[in-house]
T-cell receptor, first 113, second 116 residues
Framework: QKEVEQDPGPLSVPEGAIVSLNCTYS??????FMWYRQYSRKGPELLMYTYSSGNKEDGRFTAQVDKSSKYISLFIRDSQPSDSATYLC?????????????FGTGTRLQVTL | GAVVSQHPSRVICKSGTSVKIECRSLDFQATTMFWYRQFPKKSLMLMAT?????????EQGVEKDKFLINHASLTLSTLTVTSAHPEDSSFYICSATGTGGLETQYFGPGTRLLVL
């Protein structure tokens, strides 16, 4: 079993839709959870960063963490064509700068006009 | 956010040659740099962690003699793929962290290596 599971998609939605992206994980030691956006042939860009369980909102993006279920989500409201990218979840047990991140495989999102 | 650059962005080389990829933190000092490899439609696979002035720590299964990492300064780390073979063709991405914790881990734009 992989430490982090993420549906690779592709996920295609019309412009304006609400998008739900999810990851499950098996390591209960994970406490720090991140979502990255990666455009084709580019490096990942940090979108959201959360600690432990709960919700965090930033503009059109909301990150949710449910540690009891080992399940994290990223919601995108009012999706735009510019949101078309691959979204990677990542997580780690320690906050230190040398902490290694464990990534999901990424979900490819396509927002159509 | 801070900027991490990689050079070159794309390289094609012949089998048996060595290729050096540079990773630079442009506006901050990176205490730690990470090197990842990414296959098409796959996630990032951590290859090694490097701290300035010390030897890199390689992940299990990564050949340290094949992938040489040098972290000579707080703003520069290099990855050299020695005696490259077609199976080394991949997208190589570095990341650099400052002193502020995980949220300050910034990724470079990646280097696409094609070995013929």
């Amino acid at each position: 079993q992989k430490e982090v599971e993420q549906d690779p998609g592709p996920l295609s939605v019309p412009e304006g839709a609400i998008v739900s992206l999810n990851c499950t994980y098996s390591n209960s030691a994970f406490q720090y959870f991140m979502w990255y956006r990666q455009y084709s042939r580019k490096g990942p860009e940090l979108l959201m960063y959360t600690y432990s369980s709960g919700n965090k909102e930033d503009g059109r993006f909301t990150a949710q963490v449910d540690k009891s279920s080992k399940y994290i989500s990223l919601f995108i409201r009012d999706s735009q064509p510019s949101d078309s990218a691959t979204y990677l979840c990542a997580m780690t047990a320690l906050r230190g700068t040398a902490s290694k991140l464990t990534f999901g495989t990424g979900t490819r999102l396509q927002v159509t006009l | 956010g801070a900027v991490v650059s990689q050079h070159p962005s794309r390289v094609i080389c012949k089998s048996g040659t060595s290729v050096k990829i540079e990773c630079r933190s442009l506006d901050f000092q990176a205490t730690t740099m990470f090197w990842y490899r990414q296959f098409p439609k796959k996630s990032l696979m951590l290859m090694a962690t490097s701290n300035e002035g010390s030897k890199a720590t390689y992940e299990q299964g990564v050949e340290k003699d094949k992938f040489l990492i040098n972290h000579a300064s707080l703003t520069l780390s290099t990855l050299t793929v020695t005696s490259a073979h077609p199976e080394d063709s991949s997208f190589y991405i570095c990341s650099a962290t400052g002193t502020g914790g995980l949220e300050t881990q910034y990724f470079g734009p990646g280097t696409r290596l094609l070995v013929l």
